[in-house]
Each structure stands twice: as C-alpha cells, then as structure tokens.
C-alpha cells in the first residue's frame, strides 16, 4: 500500500461522533491535563544551551580581536621577509667561493673556501 491509497482510505472513514457536551468540556479537560503534567526540562538546557552559545560567541570576538590587536601574523611575515632577504644576498656570494662537494655520511656537502 503506497501513501496516496493510504490517504485516500483514511479520508473515506467515517469521523467518529462526539456528544455536545464533549465538545464543551474539551477545553476545560485540555487546561487540567496541562496543569497535572509539569514542562519538561528542555526549557533548563535550552537556557543552559543559550549561555553556553552565547559564552562561545564572545570567547571567539575576545581571540579574533586580540589577533588584531596584537598581529603576529604580520610580525611573523616581516621577518620572514628580512631573513628572505639575508639569505638571497648571502646565496649571490655562495658561487663565487664554491669550490667542491665532499661526500660524508650524511650525504653531499659543499665545501667553501676562500679564493684568495
């Protein structure tokens, strides 16, 4: 049986009948069942939720805005630079002083030697 038969079967039953005065207490009956069952607890963890949330969200503002205040990142990539550059100047002069490899235990190494 697929959905559409189901829906049409249950359209075609019969709505059982209710006496006047059910219909008239009925209000008065859903009132009491609710004031006989207290709220379930999910209003206490969705408070706790909600503060844990909120707790998050400013941890998250607090670290985002000491990381702009503070920068590292931007003084980690000026001295990145500055050592980029020390060491392009000091590869230009490595040429002119190379003057063999030398094979040890630890693989090849250059040696370098003054030219006098």
């Not at 697929?2 to 008065?28: G, H």
């Not at 607890?41 to 990381?67: D, I, K, P, Q, V």
Request: charge should be positive; proline fraction near 7%.
């Amino acid at each position: 049986m697929n959905d559409f038969e189901l829906e049409s079967m249950l359209k075609n039953l019969p709505v059982p009948e209710r006496p006047r005065r059910y219909w008239n207490n009925f209000p008065a009956q859903v009132r009491a069942q609710l004031q006989s069952h207290p709220a379930p607890a999910s209003a206490a963890r969705s408070s706790f939720s909600s503060l844990f949330w909120r707790f998050a969200l400013g941890s998250a503002c607090l670290a985002t805005t000491c990381l702009a205040l503070n920068q590292p990142l931007q003084q980690l990539s000026v001295a990145l630079a500055q050592n980029e550059i020390n060491l392009s100047c000091q590869l230009q002069f490595l040429p002119r002083h190379l003057h063999a490899l030398m094979a040890s235990d630890h693989g090849l190494h250059y040696l370098v030697a003054d030219k006098n």
